[in-house]
């Protein structure tokens, strides 16, 4: 065995999550295999070993130039990955967040002309380079949280000239963030104004030439449809969403967010990778999707932020066999968030996953969600070696405390991006709780 250059020991509960390959579903979906006492070790960002601190000692070969972090007891899982957001935009909407919490809603805001047209607007009087420094910064703050790989739409373009600005600052980042970036195309997120007199002809625009033009630049892995009421009907969402498969371009789709609009069965239909936020999903719906192996995102904070009671029914999923991930839905509009880790405890707390079922869907289902799950998401030899060190000495504190950063340390293809180089910032383990 070569000598290794990281390893990563004294792990109170190392969360492998080493299991079959693909996505979890069921009872499985609970299933971390925790190591306790445990240890991980690479080389040249990629894990090498996992196993208790005795196993990996005997199985590796360490220097004088290993980087040695010591958890101090702590929690190790794998780095979160965040499968749905919309992370590239030019202005933020507090102005319309306040006039939510006064009682209008999502909808009549956006009939108003706010919403995502008003971040079209702003995004394409925006430069490459505002869009750039803006997105930098969203994904510095979703590090810092423990999110090391992330899914970024465009759809606040809505031209092919803006699309293709907002896809090429997505392959910037991808390029140059810690963070792994994977692009998504979403032309059709909304009709923009020029085209809201003749929404079909807007349609064949996105399947005839956007999406050959993004595809043709290897610009984007997936072509994501906002199929809803008022937006894109099911038959408009087909046609787009085929037209990427054409290209190259894997679905995924915003399904069933607002009401029962057969997303569902559309991605069923299609051969989606992910059905995303499903809050309205009907129970034939959910049936169809644990069929094709869908993996359903859930968005909570989508469903708090707009001040909505009735969240996703992830109890239903998880008991129909569909694989449940989590995302932050990471918007000026609907979610203003970063935090994977918000995202988990909203899981357990109101959509009743429990801290195993919430964990797994913010790490191995949601890697399958974006096609990388034989890369990421678990900590198994041969996977690209991101984790996260916690503040915390029981992987159900996760979820539990909430509101703050527990995350202490990130590390990122073998390097360690966020957090002391020693591990803990505290000595010993966290509070008692
Ligand atoms: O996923 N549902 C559509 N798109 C976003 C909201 C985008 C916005 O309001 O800017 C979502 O919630
Ligand atoms: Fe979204």
Redo the contacts with the bound molecule.
Sequence with gaps: MAAVDLIVRNIGQLVTLEGPSGPRAGPAQKELAIVRRGAVAAVDGRIVAVGTEGEVTEAIESTPDTLVLDAGGAVVTPGFVDP?T?AV?ART?EDEFAMRVEGKS?EEIAEAGG??RS?VRSLRAASADDLLTRGRATLDRMLTHGTTTAEVKS??GLSLEAELKTLRVIDTLARTHDVDVVPTFLGA?EFPDEWRDDRDGYVVHVADEMIPAVAGEGLAKFCDV?C?EGVFTFEQSRRILLAGVDAGLAPKI?AD?LHASGGAELAAMVGAVSA??LVCVSDDGIVKLAEAGVVAVL?PG?TLSLGKTEFARARAMIEAGVPVALAT?C?????MTESMQIIVSLASMMLRMTPAEAITAATVNAAAAVGLDGEIGTLAPGKLCDLVIWEVDDHRAIPYHYGVNLATSVVKRGRVVRGHPDGRKTPGPAPAH
């Design positions: 749905h919309h935009f909407r999502y919403g995502i971040s759809g606040y997120h906002f809803e915003h967010e995303d936020h968005l989508t839905d918007n000026p509009g609907s979610s």
